[in-house]
Nanobody, 115 residues
Framework: QVQLVESGGGLVTAGESLALSCAVSGSTSRILVAGWYRQAPGKQRELVASISSSGLTNYADSVKGRFTISRDSAKVTMYLQMHSLGPEDTAIYYC?????????WGQGTQVTVSS
C-alpha cells in the first residue's frame, strides 16, 4: 500500500506562485509513476504533471513552462512548484501514485487563484 498526503494549497492572486507537497509513505519502492492531477468544479480530473521512477517528467500543455514537478532523493516527498498562476488553475490538486498492481490517491488540496 501507498499513502499520500498533500499540503501547501491555498488562496493566491493571479501571477503569484505556490508550491504543493505530497508526503509519500508505504511501499514507495513499488511506485512506477507519481504525479499531480487536478479537478476544477464541473470538470473532469486531469493530469497536471507526472514523474517516473527513473525521473522522466511529463506535463500538461496548459502548465508547461509554469509548473515543475520534482521529488526528493529518498522519493518520500513529491513537489509541484507553480508559477504565474491564473484563475484557470483553480482546482483541487491530488497527488497520485501508480504501482504495477494499484493506483493511489491523496485526499486533495484546494488551490484558488483570484483575478
Amino acid at each position: 500500500q501507498v499513502q499520500l498526503v498533500e499540503s501547501g494549497g491555498g488562496l493566491v492572486t493571479a501571477g503569484e506562485s505556490l508550491a504543493l507537497s505530497c508526503a509519500v509513505s508505504g511501499s514507495t519502492s513499488r511506485i512506477l509513476v507519481a504525479g499531480w492531477y487536478r479537478q476544477a468544479p464541473g470538470k473532469q480530473r486531469e493530469l497536471v504533471a507526472s514523474i517516473s521512477s527513473s525521473g522522466l517528467t511529463n506535463y500538461a500543455d496548459s502548465v508547461k513552462g509554469r509548473f515543475t514537478i520534482s521529488r526528493d532523493s529518498a522519493k518520500v516527498t513529491m513537489y509541484l512548484q507553480m508559477h504565474s498562476l491564473g484563475p484557470e488553475d483553480t482546482a483541487i490538486y491530488y497527488c497520485n501514485a501508480r504501482t504495477t498492481r494499484s493506483i493511489h490517491w491523496g485526499q486533495g488540496t484546494q488551490v484558488t487563484v483570484s483575478s
